[in-house]
Nanobody, 114 residues
Framework: QVQLVESGGGLVQAGGSLRLSCTAL????????MGWFRQAPGKQRELVGY?????GRFTISRDNAENTVYLQMTSLKDEDTGDYYC?????????????????WGRGTQDTVSS
């Protein structure tokens, strides 16, 4: 079984920063992609990191050795409020047998207050 465990979310004032982390646990041989999506209230889930609204403010980094991906968010705005989900694609796990699948974390709720 592969599980994505997220941490670091919470309540922050506008202009502040948050750092989310997500670690993939299990007997993992390799992971193709790791990233973050977010879902604001009443909106569809969107990929974080490539939207114009976050350019220059959000940074995604990855530690392949630890199967961990980070989301550093700075200069947070009210519209950044939402549920943030970790994603791991093309995960090759080796127990039982070999299996390639995609996984989602449970999500962390991040609220930016003005």
């Amino acid at each position: 079984q592969v599980q994505l465990v997220e941490s670091g979310g919470g309540l922050v004032q506008a202009g502040g920063s948050l750092r989310l982390s997500c670690t993939a646990l299990g007997r993992i041989a390799s992971i193709n992609t790791m990233g973050w999506f977010r879902q604001a209230p009443g909106k569809q889930r969107e990929l974080v990191g490539y939207a114009d609204s976050v350019k220059g403010r959000f940074t995604i980094s990855r530690d392949n050795a630890e199967n961990t991906v980070y989301l550093q968010m700075t200069s947070l705005k009210d519209e950044d409020t939402g549920d943030y989900y970790c994603y791991a694609g093309g995960v090759l796990s080796v127990t039982p047998g070999k299996r390639v699948a995609n996984y989602w974390g449970r999500g962390t709720q991040d609220t930016v207050s003005s």
